[in-house]
C-alpha cells in the first residue's frame, strides 16, 4: 500500500488548518495548529515505519504480532506527544490545536475517498 498518498493528504490539511489560524489569530494559532498536527503525523510515520519492516507471508504470525507491537507504539507515542506539548509548550489556543489533530486523523478515512485510483479507458 502506498502511504505516500495518506502522508501528503494529512500534511495539506495540517497546512491549511496552520494558515487559517494564522491569519485568525497570529502566529500563536498558527503553532497551536501545527502542534497538533504533528501530534497526529508523527505517530503514523512510526506505525507505517515499525508495521512494514517484517512482511513475510511464510511467517503470518511474526507479520500480525508486528502490526499489533506497531499500533501499541502508536498509541504510546501518541500519549507521550499529548503530554510532552502540554506540560512544555502548551498550545495557546487549545481549539486550534485539538481541530488540526483531529483533521490529521480524519485523513486515515478520507484518503481512499479522496484519492482514489481511477481505472484508465481503453480506446
Not at 511474526?62 to 509548550?89: D, E, P, R
Not at 481541530?99 to 479507458?121: C, E, F, G, I
Amino acid at each position: 500500500m502506498d502511504y505516500t498518498r495518506l502522508f501528503l493528504a494529512q500534511g495539506l490539511a495540517i497546512l491549511i488548518i496552520a494558515l487559517l489560524a494564522g491569519l485568525r489569530h497570529g502566529p500563536e494559532g498558527g503553532l497551536s495548529a501545527v502542534t497538533g498536527g504533528l501530534v497526529a503525523l508523527l505517530p503514523s510515520l512510526y506505525f507505517v515505519w515499525r508495521g512494514q519492516r517484517v512482511r513475510d507471508g511464510r511467517r503470518p504470525r511474526v507479520s500480525v504480532m508486528n502490526l499489533y507491537q506497531a499500533a501499541m507504539g502508536k498509541f504510546g507515542l501518541t500519549v507521550a506527544l499529548f503530554a510532552i506539548v502540554f506540560v512544555t509548550v502548551p498550545p495557546s489556543n487549545p481549539a486550534f490545536f485539538f481541530v488540526a489533530y483531529v483533521a490529521a486523523q480524519l485523513m486515515h478515512w478520507l484518503t481512499p475517498w479522496l484519492v482514489r485510483d481511477r481505472p484508465t479507458q481503453r480506446t
